[in-house]
C-alpha cells in the first residue's frame, strides 16, 4: 500500500538555520509528490510539488525539495529559518488508484527559536 | 483571490444529534474533499466528490454521508454526531486533470460533547 512517512512530529530550529523536514514514500509507481504548509488557524497551502522533470524543486517562501527515486525520499529544506516558517508542514503523494486524490503523511510541527 | 469557505470555524454539539458542515468554492472546480485532521494521523479522506451528485468513500467514511447538489457546494453530514467524531474537519477543491493542488477551507473545528 502507499505510504508517507515524516521523520520528527516536531522539529525545531534557530532563526537563521538550516530547516530541514523529512519525508519518505512508499509507492510502486512513479509518484507525485507535495509538500504542503499550515499556518495557525488556517487550512492547508501549498508549497511546491513535484510531477516530472528536474528533481529539484522551488517553491514558495524559500523553500525546496529534491527527489531522490532510490532513496525514495522528498525532504523539504530551505537555508535559512525565519519567525514566520513556523507552521504545520504535510508531506503528500498522489494515490495511484485516482490521480485527484493524495495521501497525507502525519506532518511535522516547526518551531523557530528567536 | 480563490477562495474556499466553510460555514463555521467552531462548532459544538451534542451525542446523537445530525451534523452538517458546509463548504463553498468559487473557482469552478470539479473535485471537492472532506478531510478530517487529527494530531499525529496528519488529515484522512472521509469522502470525495469529482462532479455533481457523485461522490466517492474515501478512507474513513464510516458514520458520514455527503451531499452535492450544486457544483459549488458539497456538505458533510453526520446522522448521529459520537464523542470519536470530535475532530477539526477541512474541504478542499481541486480541477479535475490529474496532480492538481487542492485548495483548503481554513476549517471547522467539531466538538461533540
Known amino acids: 500500500a502507499q505510504s508517507v512517512t515524516q521523520l520528527g512530529s516536531h522539529v525545531s530550529v534557530s532563526e537563521g538555520a538550516l530547516v530541514l523536514l523529512r519525508c519518505n514514500y512508499s509507492?510502486?509507481?512513479?509518484?507525485?509528490l507535495f509538500w504542503y504548509v499550515q499556518y495557525p488557524n488556517q487550512g492547508l497551502q501549498l508549497l511546491l510539488k513535484?510531477?516530472?522533470?528536474?528533481?529539484l524543486v522551488k517553491g514558495i517562501n524559500g523553500f525546496e525539495a529534491e527527489f531522490k527515486k532510490s532513496e525514495t525520499s522528498f525532504h523539504l529544506t530551505k537555508p535559512s529559518a525565519h519567525m514566520s516558517d513556523a507552521a504545520e508542514y504535510f508531506c503528500a503523494v498522489t494515490r495511484y488508484s485516482s490521480a485527484s486524490k493524495i495521501i497525507f503523511g502525519s506532518g511535522t510541527r516547526l518551531s523557530i527559536r528567536p | 483571490d480563490v477562495k474556499v469557505t466553510q460555514s463555521s470555524r467552531y462548532l459544538v454539539k451534542r451525542t446523537g444529534e445530525k451534523v452538517f458542515l458546509e463548504c463553498v468554492q468559487d473557482?469552478?472546480?470539479?473535485?471537492m474533499f472532506w478531510y478530517r485532521q487529527d494530531p499525529g494521523l496528519g488529515l484522512r479522506l472521509i469522502y470525495f466528490s469529482y462532479d455533481v451528485k457523485m461522490k466517492e468513500k474515501g478512507d474513513i467514511p464510516e458514520g458520514y454521508s455527503v451531499s452535492r447538489e450544486k457544483k459549488e457546494r458539497f456538505s458533510l453530514i453526520l446522522e448521529s454526531a459520537s464523542t470519536n467524531q470530535t475532530s477539526m474537519y477541512l474541504c478542499?477543491?481541486?480541477?479535475?486533470?490529474?496532480?492538481?493542488?487542492?485548495?483548503f477551507g481554513p476549517g471547522t473545528r467539531l466538538t461533540v460533547l
Open positions: 478542499a477543491s481541486s480541477l479535475m486533470t490529474s496532480y492538481n493542488e487542492q485548495f
Open positions: 509507492s510502486s509507481v512513479p509518484p507525485y
Open positions: 513535484y510531477t516530472t522533470g528536474a528533481t
Open positions: 473557482m469552478d472546480h470539479e473535485n
